[in-house]
């Protein structure tokens, strides 16, 4: 399933440290549950974008690559590789409250309300 950027790249924000721009292999194979070698080869093959370059060597001897991976890049990767879109996954939990009892709802609205500071449910 490939996705445009615009679809709700925040779904996956939560996973990436708050402020960091840029990732190194080992790094984005932290965020993606992978190995950096699986991030290297994806970035080779151009499932994952970003730059390289080793700027030691002289143009064509150039034996270690330095990778960087844009936070943008990664999202993209996550959107890209989701076997849903994150309005699916909102569905998902919408069928799941369905058949929950008024107890659980009423707890599961104290839960929901905390996160969002104490106020009102904010429809949009």
């Known amino acids: 399933m490939h996705l445009a950027y615009q679809d709700s790249p925040e779904h996956f924000e939560f996973m990436l440290p708050p402020g960091q ?7 984005v194979a932290s965020v993606i ?3 950096d070698q ?3 080869d994806a970035f080779d093959n151009q499932k994952i ?7 030691r060597a002289r143009k064509g001897r150039e034996r270690r690559r330095t990778y960087q991976i844009h936070r943008e890049a990664v999202i993209l990767f996550l ?4 076997n849903y879109r994150p309005k699916d996954f909102l569905a998902r939990i919408e069928e799941i409250l ?3 009892s008024p107890q ?3 707890q599961l609205q104290r839960y929901v309300t905390s996160r ?3 106020g009102a449910i904010r429809r949009g």
Do not use: I
């Open 49 to 55: 974008l970003g730059h390289q370059n080793n700027a």
């Open 79 to 82: 959107l890209e590789t989701a």
């Open 104 to 106: 659980q709802l009423t």
């Open 98 to 100: 369905r058949n929950r």
């Open 33 to 35: 549950g992978r190995t």
């Open 116 to 118: 969002l500071g104490g």
């Open 38 to 40: 699986f991030v290297r």
């Open 21 to 27: 721009q840029w990732f190194s292999p080992k790094e």
